[in-house]
């Protein structure tokens, strides 16, 4: 059973930069074709599909992040990671990682889920 | 970019309802389309893939279809172990689009 678990600073400065670790386990990251992807809920709010990253290294993110958004692997400690830069309070949300399956190319569906971490900004 | 729409934002229906959610693209999508269920205070749970494949251990009450554009998913028999938000999520292309979500409750 695949299990994922979010770890990182739950409160970040404005202006600042949010890291967050993903850490699988109950089998390889580098096994199978599986995307390995974040997602994020804001408060009362719905969710938003922030980017993924496959396990050759290739990524893809949403545009409306894409410039502040680095999505990256390290198959060696079967872990992925998130960094957004310049953060504000509009990015205090729930994070989530998340396994996704699907075809080539797509952003696939997402079968397991971490528990989530909240991520504050403020001062 | 593909925009993703779910109707109704919310509903109330007594148990053993059958219930019906929408969720359209604005574009063709094919079958590429998932559903999942958010209980309160909960992680995202996987319902459906590929519009209508039931995902491993997910009760038979839950039933999706659709394709293109127009997409549904169904609850048979409303339990009261079902009021979640359940939202759409388009997976065609790189970006996974999720919609906006619909609320169900017990009336």
């Known amino acids: 059973q695949v299990q994922l678990q979010e770890s990182g600073p739950g409160l970040v400065k404005p202006s600042q930069t949010l890291s967050l670790t993903c850490t699988v386990s109950?089998?390889?990251?580098?096994?199978?074709?599986?995307?390995w992807s974040w997602i994020r809920q804001p408060a009362g709010k719905g969710l938003e599909w922030i980017g993924r990253?496959?396990?050759?290294?290739?990524?893809n993110y949403n545009p409306s992040l894409k410039s502040r958004v680095t999505i990256s692997v390290d198959t060696s400690k079967n872990q992925f990671s998130l960094k957004l830069s310049s953060v504000t309070a509009a990015d205090t949300a729930v994070y989530y990682c998340?396994?996704?399956?699907?075809?080539?190319?797509?952003?696939?569906?997402?079968?397991?889920w971490g528990q989530g971490t909240l991520v504050t900004v403020s001062s | 970019d593909i925009q993703m729409t779910q109707s109704p934002s919310s509903l109330s229906a007594s148990v053993g309802d059958r219930v019906t959610i929408t969720c359209r693209a604005s574009?063709?999508?094919?079958?590429?389309l998932a559903w999942y269920q958010q209980k309160p205070g909960k992680v995202p749970k996987l319902l459906i893939y590929?519009?209508?494949t039931l995902q491993s251990g997910v009760p038979s009450r839950f039933s999706g279809s659709g394709s293109g554009t127009d997409f549904t998913l169904t609850i048979s028999s409303l339990q009261p172990e079902d009021v979640a938000t359940y939202y759409c999520?388009?997976?065609?292309?790189?970006?996974?689009?999720f919609g906006p979500g619909t609320k169900v409750d017990i009336k």
């Open positions: 109950g089998g390889s990251i580098s096994s199978g074709s599986y995307y």
């Open positions: 990253i496959y396990t050759s290294g290739s990524t």
């Open positions: 590929a519009a209508s």
């Open positions: 998340a396994r996704a399956e699907g075809p080539y190319d797509s952003s696939g569906y997402l079968d397991y």
């Open positions: 999520q388009k997976y065609n292309s790189a970006l996974g689009t």
């Open positions: 574009q063709g999508i094919s079958n590429y």
